[in-house]
């Protein structure tokens, strides 16, 4: 960036943006501080000095953090070069400059450019956090294209309790509303266990009834014998 203006030949392409920390931006300033004593007139030097005791003050009230200096960085550049052009353009005397600038509509906390950076920096943040919990949970698929949901897990006190067929434990779905396809049985690829789809010959336990009612959505009416509270 050029600080100079007209008042001095020699130019710097100093910018402050890429600075993504409190202290890397401060360090930036220093450096065109340091530059701007040796290159630049005086008024130019008065306003970099400003600048930084206006950095280091909002450090200092913790407004200049992590997550906030990216865009402070933008803030201080946009004035460097609002400030050089207006030396460039020679439209007003130094003290008339350095009086505009240091107004609180310019090179100030409270001025609105700052203010609209930080909004619309805050409603960015705010929409990458909403992104990020709004991301959808894909449900794994079995075999025969059924859902599997990892809360409906029987437990081992339960899977104790469901009945078998040729060693097979019965199909909790397949009784259950949430059903399950197959002819004869069905897969679980996740445990690698085959379950039998046929119909007990005798009323299934209370907690296997229970299990199926708060989980799998109650009996199909035509499994309904085999709670023998019904």
Not at 56 to 81: C, G, K, N, P
Not at 110 to 132: G, Y
């Amino acid at each position: 960036m050029d600080l100079t203006g007209a008042k001095t030949s020699g130019t710097t392409a100093t910018t402050l943006a890429h600075a993504m920390s409190p202290e890397a931006l401060a360090g930036a300033l220093d450096m065109l501080s340091i530059y701007t004593e040796r290159y630049c007139a005086p008024v130019v030097q008065q306003f970099v000095a400003k600048a930084g005791r206006l950095l280091r003050h909002m450090m200092s009230e913790s407004q200049v953090t992590a997550h906030t200096a990216s865009y402070v960085a933008r803030w201080f550049d946009w004035a460097l070069e609002c400030f050089r052009l207006d030396m460039a353009n020679d439209v007003r005397g130094d003290a008339a400059v350095l009086t505009h600038w240091f107004s609180h509509e310019h090179l100030h906390t409270s001025s609105p450019m700052l203010v609209s950076m930080a909004r619309s920096a805050q409603d960015s943040r705010i929409l990458e956090l909403m992104a990020s919990q709004a991301k959808p949970q894909r449900s794994p698929k079995t075999k025969d294209g059924v859902a599997k949901d990892g809360t409906n897990r029987v437990s081992s006190s339960i899977k104790q309790l469901v009945p078998k067929l040729n060693k097979m434990e019965l199909c909790l779905r397949y009784v259950s509303n949430k059903r399950c396809e197959g002819k004869q049985a069905c897969k679980n690829p996740g445990q690698g266990q085959k379950r039998a789809h046929f119909t007990p010959s005798e009323p299934l336990d209370p907690s296997v009834i229970e299990y199926i009612n708060e989980s799998l959505g109650g009996l199909q009416k035509q499994f309904i014998q085999l709670d023998a509270s019904a």
